[in-house]
Every structure is written in structure tokens, then in C-alpha cells.
């Protein structure tokens, strides 16, 4: 139980265009779901905590006109990374929150991760 | 701040070694504390967990005790394999998302 996927695993663009991350959490349904920015021998950043039927809340220094954040069911978020440029290029990994009460209060859930080149 | 801090690496051992990864935190409160490891190319598994002081979180043979007076929760395996190769994140979390530490790179050698 307790599942987290991503789609797609990785994915290759060109600078300019957009790129649409989705996280589903498949057994459970999660009102929140954690956007994390890993680059290369780093640790996770938390990009944005998506809550559904609301707006994301962004940490600060990241941009929410760059990464877009939708998070319009229980299962589902989404992260767009918008005008893509190289810099952009890093491993987007996604995690939820099961609140039925199976899981250990604050325990989150990761997805394998999404592995973004803007070339 | 709430922050966590991890030896840093990176860490090579033998196999069948004693392994040893440093972690305390600084937070307010009585957080959820736990171990994710992350494989090369992969996301992040969760390898274990502790939700009060004095518990003991275990599994595939790595522990970890709560320790609150010392706000520590060290990772610790007998004799680790070739297998256990990967980089390991302390992390906590008490009503806000999980806090991670800069990761420690492990790499066992046969």
C-alpha cells in the first residue's frame, strides 16, 4: 500500500517549451502532495506543497509562474514546468501524505522521480 | 530554525563493516523522525522510522534510536554488503513538510 507514481520517468526537451509532470498516489488518497527539486550529489528541495482544490504554496525563491501546480483530485497533482530552459533540468520528485490513518502521522510517500533535460 | 544534520560524506567501508551515519535535529515540539535511502536514478524509499523518544525503528537489518535528549537519531548497521551502496537522508517532520539533511553517499566495496 501506500504507492506513489510519476509520469513520465524522464523526459527530454527543447528550451522554450513546457513539460507536464503528473503524481498519482494509486492506493490512497492524498490531500497533500510535496513538490521536491533534487539536483546532482544534493539533497531535496521543497519546491511547493500542493493541497487539493486549493492553490499551492510555493517556498520561497521559487518561482509559481515557472513551475505551475494543479492539484484537482485526491490522487492526482501536477507540475508544469513552464518556458523550459537547461537550467531547469534537475530530478522533480513528488511525495503525498496518506491521511486515512494507516500511515504514521507526517509520513510522506515519494514517487520514483522525474529526470528533466532542457536542451 | 528546524533543521537536520548529517555527517557528511562520502563514507567507503569494506563489506560486512560497521556502519555508522550521524544525524540530529533541531526542532520544536515531538517530530516524527526517519531514514530514506535513495539508490542510484531512483527516488527516495523510506527505510525507517521512529514517531516517539526511545523508539527504535529497524529494517533489512539498519536501526536507528529516537534519542531526545540528545535530539539524535544515528543509522546504524552490523555488516553492511555491496548492496547497501546509495545515499541515505535523516529526516523529520513535525506539522510541516519533511525537513531532509544534505545526504550521506555511501559506498561499500567488496
Known amino acids: 500500500g501506500a504507492v506513489v507514481s510519476q509520469h513520465p520517468s524522464w523526459v527530454i526537451c527543447k528550451s522554450g517549451t513546457s513539460v507536464k509532470i503528473e503524481c498519482r498516489s494509486l492506493d490512497f488518497q492524498a490531500t497533500t502532495m510535496f513538490w521536491y527539486r533534487q539536483f546532482p550529489k544534493q539533497s531535496l528541495m521543497l519546491m511547493a506543497t500542493s493541497n487539493e482544490g486549493s492553490k499551492a504554496t510555493y517556498e520561497q525563491g521559487v518561482e509559481k509562474d515557472k513551475f505551475l501546480i494543479n492539484h484537482a483530485s485526491l490522487t492526482l497533482s501536477t507540475l508544469t514546468v513552464t518556458s523550459a530552459h537547461p537550467e531547469d533540468s534537475s530530478f522533480y520528485i513528488c511525495?503525498?501524505?496518506?491521511?486515512?490513518?494507516?500511515?504514521?502521522?507526517?509520513?510522506?510517500?515519494f514517487g520514483p522521480g522525474t529526470r528533466l533535460t532542457v536542451l | 530554525g528546524d533543521s537536520v544534520t548529517q555527517m557528511e560524506g562520502p563514507v567507503t567501508l569494506s563489506e560486512e563493516a560497521f556502519l555508522t551515519i550521524n544525524c540530529t535535529y533541531t526542532?520544536?515540539?515531538?517530530?516524527?523522525l526517519f531514514w530514506y535511502v535513495q539508490y542510484p536514478g531512483e527516488g527516495l524509499q523510506l527505510l525507517l522510522k521512529a514517531t516517539k523518544a526511545d523508539d527504535k525503528g529497524s529494517n533489512k537489518g539498519f536501526e536507528a534510536t529516537y534519542r531526545k535528549e540528545t535530539t539524535s537519531f544515528h543509522l546504524e548497521k552490523g555488516s553492511v554488503q555491496v548492496s547497501d551502496s546509495a545515499v541515505y537522508f535523516c529526516?523529520?517532520?513535525?506539522?510541516?513538510?519533511?525537513?531532509f539533511g544534505k545526504g550521506t553517499r555511501l559506498s561499500v566495496i567488496a
Open positions: 526542532a520544536t515540539g515531538y517530530p516524527s
Open positions: 511525495s503525498a501524505r496518506d491521511l486515512s490513518g494507516r500511515a504514521t502521522y507526517n509520513e510522506q510517500f
Open positions: 529526516a523529520y517532520s513535525g506539522n510541516t513538510p519533511l525537513v
